[in-house]
């Protein structure tokens, strides 16, 4: 079992920012990746932004040039910088943790992040 601890969730204006932290703890393994998701009010989960260990990184086109994920390795967290956060930005934001070699996933409880016009 993988336990995710989200912070960083919040209010704030359109234009502002917020940064986003996850802790992992439990039975990680090397392969592994770790990503951050977000799903609004009546609409499906959808991929944000992924890191693998080694640092490869992938971004969804809304988010590309505005949000940066980085993760600490050492300290098993994975971050979520956002930038220029746009209204449409506002969603519950969850993070994720697949393990490659077991084709698992585990998620976290979610931090809300709301973006005012």
């Known amino acids: 079992q993988v336990q995710l601890v989200e912070s960083g969730g919040g209010l704030v204006q359109a234009g502002g920012s917020l940064r986003l932290s996850c802790a992992a703890s439990?039975?990680?393994?090397?392969?592994?990746?770790m990503g951050w998701y977000r799903q609004a009010p009546g609409k499906q989960r959808e991929v944000v932004a992924t890191i693998t260990r080694g640092g490869s990184t992938n971004y969804a086109d809304f988010v590309k040039g505005r949000f940066t994920i980085s993760r600490d390795n050492a300290k098993n967290t994975v971050y979520l910088q956002m930038n220029s956060l746009k209204p449409e930005d506002t969603a519950v934001y969850y993070c994720n943790y697949h393990s490659y070699l077991h084709g698992s996933d585990y998620w976290g409880q979610g931090t809300q992040v709301t973006v005012s016009s």
């Open positions: 439990g039975r990680m393994v090397s392969i592994n990746g």
